[in-house]
């Protein structure tokens, strides 16, 4: 098993923050692990990595199928804010138009779901992940300019 121990991460809340909004799992065993909220994790995958991506695809499908036969409000809203596949974030907008069109301003893109628009929304997810992968290049540039410059000082 491979765990990832980070000091901070780009995007997301305080250690402390994310400790207060975690959730708590029991395994078959009985051991308790605490986890990122889901919310939390969506954020934090929000990286340059290929392989994050296709993940927040998945996971935000999975709570959505788990939970959309009673969905709350706050699920709701994080579908609206982090659903990656045209056709079920269509559906959201569209069932839940009041809510989508106060969250237009700030994921624009919901204008082409709220439309029923797929193929220029599609275009805007596309274009969403490059921007946000580009804004977690930035971030982290600095610190590999800096782990290369002690790398080659050896």
Known sequence: ?????????????????????????????????DLLSLPDLVQAK?????KDWPMIRRLVEA????????????????WLQELRTPQI?????????????RLIATR???AQ?????????????????SAERERDKQYWLPLRMELEKLRHAK
């Not at 559906?91 to 138009?97: D, G, I, P, T």
């Not at 779901?113 to 992940?129: H, N, W």
């Open 113 to 129: 779901a709220a439309l029923g628009k797929p193929q220029e929304l599609e275009q805007a997810l596309t274009s969403e992940e």
């Open 46 to 50: 929000k990286t340059q990595r290929d």
């Open 89 to 101: 974030l269509v559906e959201v907008a569209q069932r839940h138009s009041k809510l989508c069109r």
């Open 1 to 33: 098993m491979r765990v990832d121990v980070m000091s901070k991460m780009r995007g997301v809340d305080s250690f402390a923050e994310l400790w207060r909004r975690r959730v708590v799992i029991q395994l078959p065993d009985g051991t308790k692990c």
């Open 108 to 110: 624009p893109l919901l």
């Open 63 to 78: 709570h959505y199928f788990q939970n959309n036969t009673k969905p709350n409000s706050a699920q709701l809203r994080f």
